[in-house]
């Protein structure tokens, strides 16, 4: 049984070992994993994540495109000099990239136009011209007038607008209405570095725009058009770097920069800019050792989480481990529990049998003989019986099943048969006792008996002959009863002090051979606790042990 | 017990009828507010003996005559597509009448004789409009047209034979003609020129003659010329405001150019119309306006003759729609602000009065509500005046208020039934509409204090009223929309981007979001009503800034509440473009829009169903904004 038992626990703990082992394996790989998957992801997100700085840097491009730019229709081709200016002013300051603006003050009518474009009776030509920038010196804002046709030349932005102008009046068709995206995309010239935009008439005036171009109109009519290019800088864009800690830095370079000197120490990637810009790219770069911060930021979170449930893992092994620990000394000191006690009932049980035998053996027995049989059978029943009784009170007391009495008692009275019941049975107990500050209680009467009954008995089993004394006192202090066992025994040892009150805990001495299960201050405790009491102990080796009990003072 | 089981889910499923979602009790549908007239434009024979309406018939508008002795119908037009739009009389036995066409292009005009049915197309320049100036034929063939044949901006002078469709040039314009004006004779005999910002009214003894300015005067006045008085060919009835505030009904000498008398002149009552008798040569009552219109009678015979109307029909407004040639046989319409009235006959002769029709019989006078004048002064102490209509039933204070400012510019709010306002009153709206600056029938100086504030006093009239209605306890202040048309719609706008704070929302119907778009908008054929335009909206040359910082589509960074913008993409009153552009550029903003392309008319769509979409769209619109 024993083999039995050990081996269990010891394969129990093997599978622990096991599982540890295998965890931390686990724990080992996943960190592994996780690095290389850092690794991988943040290299991934260096060659992604330029379409979110291009987003990004280019929002404003985008804004000016198609929320400033159509603006210009707004104003019908009523913009002039002065108004341009304005208009142009908020554009400059608002989209730095946008270096120079020229204004082309223009006319659509029926006459045909020196400078411009005539096609049939259908003529589109500047009034003025002028340009603006914070770069353009004042003199020369103004850039061509019909007195002053010096800076007009054949294949500019004018001609190039003019020229889609013509064809879409010629093919549209006036039933039905053209698109925003078709007047927009008829309307606007996108170049290299320049924006030209052409205010989009009304349909009514695409209507005799078409008219004009078949004959002329009895009345001649002239309309305002407002033409505008805008000069963009593509090195004026304000870049944005939304992932500073994945590119280091960020430049706008043109469509053919590739640097000889791209070394492994750096990772470079690109991505081509949109619209007028594409001639030019955003370049990102960024050295190795840059990029391994930005990997192991990205790989501590994840290794932190593995880490706690490793250690999760680890908490919840090692508490498996202790209570198996504890279930294992339970196991123990139960089975220890029934081995003395089976020899506790031994004993009793043996003489009763021997008793028995010599009686029935026996072909007579004298009186003499009868009352010494049954004296012993009476004797070893009672021992059997106080057996029973105190493991069954003890159950009950642990699983509080029984309720207190309540009853006056004397305690001189209660003390003084305590030691006459002992002496009587150990005429070499020497009882002494002293009682001060009160005398009547109300406590249940069993109860305490057993305690002092348990008490007294140790008291005397744990002193050398000779020397078995006990002295009693009941003293009244602050409202508590103190209750005070002195003995003059062996004492007991100061690292036992601590676990003499647990169940099934017995010092093995010479002392305690025969009759001690390790249950007595075990049951003490419970009493006290049971009548709302503490027990305490005091105790030097050879010289004697005292036991301090308080009681709550409940008087009628 | 099956036949209780039977009944019992008889029971169940007349409970779920019963309680079916929809028209809530008390909430009359959109559609019966907006019902097309069954029967219109009721006119009578020049002999008094045929009365004449246009019928509606699968939507589609159609001729019809009706003897009114016997009471016999005839179907003249049997039109399956684009129906009749308007019709007039020419003689006893003929009637002219002109198609539905799209806006700005010409008029399809067809002439039928109502004995002989068979309309004959006479006019179908898809280029030229025609408008009759004189219903009187002339030689039995001849009727007197404006056309803009020649150049599509100026109205030139024609002589219509009516037999064979010709057209032959009676007068020429020189460019600035604005307005034909003939005599009793139908001969051309006066003429209303203008350079834009000055009307001159011309007059000549007769037709061999030239044309001869006789009156100068800014457009900021008001001269209207009415018709001649008595036989003498030289002076004129005119509506004139040259030197007061007021309109006042003068008689004016064509050969000198004076005023000659008064006939009516008050300092606090607007003339608006005068009732001319063809037959007799004279005004006989002047309709004036304050909160409400109003007649006063010019002679002791016009009060008998047409207090005998307001005997027969008590407590109702009256307008004579039309009249035979000896002025004994009348077709009157009804109305009040809670009732759009209804058509009758009127035989003064027999002094016999018959019902012809009710404009919109779904609605009931009962369930409609009461439209009040209110007053209010504004910032700069100016006292504006509008109307309010709260909802029926229920509690008079911490309503839901819809601002709904009219349309411009130059017109006015008046007192009537406005289906509109019903409409809005009877899902639970108090109604409040503003006769704002710049408004027409206040007066001259009203008038011209509005010229140029759109966006700036203009709307502050507005906010201002609606603070004085928050102040009178009226409105509550967290449920306050506006919602306009056309300028009510560039009101609605402005008012939402610049006072943000009290309006939850704002709605405009084909408004206009770029005051330079509608100035380009302004037709060729109103080249002459440019310059005004300009005074009274903006110079798109000198007053640049102002028209940009007021036109909504250059601000959509200032919106920051839901919006209903509504418009036909076809419309040639506003830029569709800009519109789509302003829209995309709040929705890029994250501000709630809503956008409805309506897909016909301009401000108010003329089929039913149009209507009904556009109306239903603006009410759950309203009440996901008011009712929270």
Known sequence: MIADKTSGYRKNFLLIITFIVLISVLFILSLFLAFNFSNKYIENEFSSAKVDVLEKTIGPYNDFFQNKIPEVSYYNGFLDSATAAKFTDTVLLKYPFVSKVIFYDSEVKNEPVRDGINASHFSFGPKAIYQFGSLVPLDSVKLFSYDNTRSFSVGDDFNAIGFKLVSFVESLDTAKAPSQDELFSNFSAIRSNRITYLNIPRREDLKVYKEMMRRKLASSPVYQQDLLTFQLDPYKIRIVNSRPLLYQRIRIEPLTYDPIDASDLYMATEITLPGPFSDYKLYFQSSRSFIKKEVFSYFLPIALILLLVYAVLMLVAMLIYRNLNINSKMFKLQYDFITNFSHEFKTPVSVIKIAGNNIRSASSLSEREQKHYGKILDEEADKLNGLMNKLLAFTQIENKSISLNQEEVSMRDFIESTIESHTLKYSDFEMTYEVSGFDKFITDPVLLGSLFDNLAENAYKYSNPGNKKLHISARLIRGRIVLRFTDKGIGIAAQDLEHIFKKFFRIQNQYNQQGSVGLGLAFCKELVNFMGGEIRVKSKINRGTEFIIVLPYINT | ?628
């Open chain 2, 1 to 628: 017990m099956r036949v209780l089981k039977n009944l019992f889910l008889l029971f169940v499923l007349s409970l779920l009828f019963a309680c079916k979602p929809g028209v809530k009790t008390g909430e009359i549908a959109v559609n019966d507010f907006f019902k097309s007239q069954d029967r219109a434009q009721y006119k009578v024979s020049p002999d008094g003996k045929t009365l004449s309406y246009l019928k509606l018939q699968d939507n589609l508008q159609n001729l019809f005559t009706e003897d009114i002795a016997t009471g016999k119908v005839t179907q003249l037009s049997f039109l399956k597509s684009r129906g009749v739009r308007f019709y007039l009389w020419v003689s006893k036995d003929e009637l002219i009448f002109y198609r539905d066409q799209p806006l700005q292009t010409g008029a399809e005009m067809y002439i039928v004789n109502k004995n002989e049915g068979a309309p004959r197309k006479l006019s179908a320049d898809p280029k030229a409009k025609i408008r009759v100036l004189e219903d009187q034929l002339i030689d039995n063939k001849f009727l007197l047209v404006a056309s803009n044949k020649r150049d599509s901006t100026v109205f030139d002078v024609y002589k219509l034979n009516i037999r064979d469709g010709s057209l032959s040039l009676a007068a020429r314009n020189p460019g600035n003609i604005a307005d034909w004006i003939t005599d009793a004779e139908g001969r051309l005999k006066l003429a209303i020129a203008s350079d834009g910002v000055n009307e001159t009214l011309l007059f000549r003894d007769n037709e061999s003659q030239a044309f001869r300015p006789v009156i100068k005067s800014s457009f900021k006045n008001t001269l209207v010329p009415i018709g001649f008085a008595g036989k003498d060919g030289r002076t004129v009835y005119a509506i004139s405001n040259i030197n007061r505030d007021k309109n006042a009904l003068i008689e004016l000498d064509m050969v000198t150019g004076k005023e000659q008398k008064v006939l009516f002149y008050s300092d606090s009552l607007n003339v608006v119309e005068g009732q001319y008798s063809r037959a007799k040569a004279q005004v006989e009552y002047v309709v004036v306006e304050t909160w409400k219109k109003q007649k006063r009678y010019l002679n002791e015979r016009a009060k008998a003759f047409y207090g005998k109307l307001d005997e027969l029909l008590p407590k109702t407004e009256i307008k004579i729609m039309a009249r035979d040639k000896n002025e004994n046989v009348f077709v009157l319409r009804t109305f009040t602000d809670r009732n759009p009235g209804s058509y009758y006959l009127y035989i003064s002769g027999q002094q016999k009065l018959k019902k012809l029709a009710d404009i919109n019989s779904s609605i009931h006078e009962a369930e409609m509500c009461e439209m009040k004048p209110v007053s209010f002064t504004s910032r700069d102490g100016l006292t504006v005046n509008g109307y309010l209509t709260l909802p029926k039933g229920g509690k008079k204070e911490k309503l839901p208020v819809v601002v709904l400012p009219h349309n411009g510019p130059r017109s006015r709010n008046g007192w009537g039934y406005d289906a509109e306002v019903q409409f809005l009153a009877n899902r639970g709206y108090a109604v409040f509409q503003i006769n704002y600056r710049g408004s027409d029938g206040y007066g001259k100086q009203f008038m011209t204090a509005g010229f140029k504030q759109w966006g700036k006093k203009i709307r502050e009239d507005v906010i201002d009223g609606v603070n004085w209605l928050i102040v009178q306890n009226i409105a509550d202040r967290k449920r306050i929309a506006i919602y306009g048309t056309g300028f009510g719609g560039f009101i609605a706008l402005n008012c939402m981007s610049e006072n943000p704070g009290l309006f939850v929302a704002a709605a405009s119907n084909s408004g206009v979001v770029n005051l330079f778009s509608y100035l380009k908008s302004i037709p060729p054929f109103w080249k002459t009503s440019l310059q005004m335009y300009y005074e009274i909206v903006g110079n798109p040359l000198t007053d640049v800034d102002y028209m940009r910082s007021v036109s909504p589509v250059f601000h959509s960074d200032r919106f920051k509440k839901p919006l209903f913008i509504a418009q036909n993409a076809k419309d040639p009153r506003v830029n569709p473009g800009e519109t789509i552009q302003f829209v995309k550029e709040l929705k890029k903003r994250n501000i709630p829009v809503t956008y409805l392309e309506k897909d016909e008319g301009s401000y108010q769509e003329k089929k039913e169903e149009s209507r009904k979409r556009f109306y239903a769209a603006l009410e759950a619109f309203l009440k996901e904004n008011l009712k929270k």
